[in-house]
């Protein structure tokens, strides 16, 4: 696995996700994670983002990583209002993953950002976190933002960025390089719908000798190729999958007439 630069943290290229995904309970379901765990150890794909906003997610990591953690980088979340509760849920992500640092922590959706921000920035002072970041799925989003980009508070944004979501390359990408600021993609296959919803099938043969086999890692190393990105955080509930993905954080920059043959092929193929 290559590593990149996320703000002042290197992590992988490629980590994991873990919204829906890691929300289970059952003694099968934590059994399925364990595999995960463990492919993601051997693909070095060692960085995983959650939020108290995943239902058990946090909790299930943890039981399921028992052993491990120290192999790991976390990324969480804040998703709270209120300045008691917003601490007390931080207070309890630590207790759930079962760690005392966190390498970044985000505010999930910017909810009550302006209240949690100094909290946050006492835990960084402290050295229980590394990175400060907010977090917004969809464009709208985007204005509020970059308001708190400019205000020199944070170190990463989470944001979808996908060959068929590419909104951030307006302005979103260009000022998080100017400030500095590390990038997390979420989405990178479009919640597997890019992936999976397909009319046709995409045409692989110019990236086969690139060692790309998949459509999922064509997206995935689509996504890679901008060197303002620092992490993608694909999710899977499929051991096998979380090997297949990481591939594409081995290869090589995609040269700039693949990545648009991945971008086209996209638009032919997706139903959506
Ligand atoms: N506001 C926020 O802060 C926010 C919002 C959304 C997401 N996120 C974060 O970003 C992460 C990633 O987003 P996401 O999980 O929605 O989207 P994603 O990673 O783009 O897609 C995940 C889906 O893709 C499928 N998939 C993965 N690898 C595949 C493969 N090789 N072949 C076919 N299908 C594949 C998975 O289905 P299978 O399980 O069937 O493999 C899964 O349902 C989340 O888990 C979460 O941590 C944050």
Redesign the pocket.
Known sequence: MKTRMLASLEVPAIGM?????FDVEDEDGIEVRRQIIDNCIESGSTFI???PM?GRAEQCLGVSMEGKTGQFQFAT?VWAVGRETGQRQIARSFELLKTDHIEAF?I??MVDWKTHLPYLEGLKDEGKIDLIGV???YPPGFPEMMEIMKTGRIQTI?I?Y?ALEREAEEEMLPLAEELGIGVIV???????A???DLKEQPDLTPLAEFGIT?W?QALLAWVLADPRIGIL??????PE?IL??AVAGTLPTLPSELREHVASEAQRCFSG
Not at 17 to 21: D, K, L, N, P, Q
Not at 186 to 192: A, D, E, V, W
Not at 233 to 238: D, E, H, L, V
């Open positions: 996700g873990s919204a829906s995904t983002d959650t939020s995943y979340k985000q999930h959706n977090t917004y799925t989470q979808s996908n979420m989405r990178p296959l479009g919640s597997g890019l992936a999976k998949t999922p955080i694909p999710s899977s509930t499929r999958r297949q993905n």
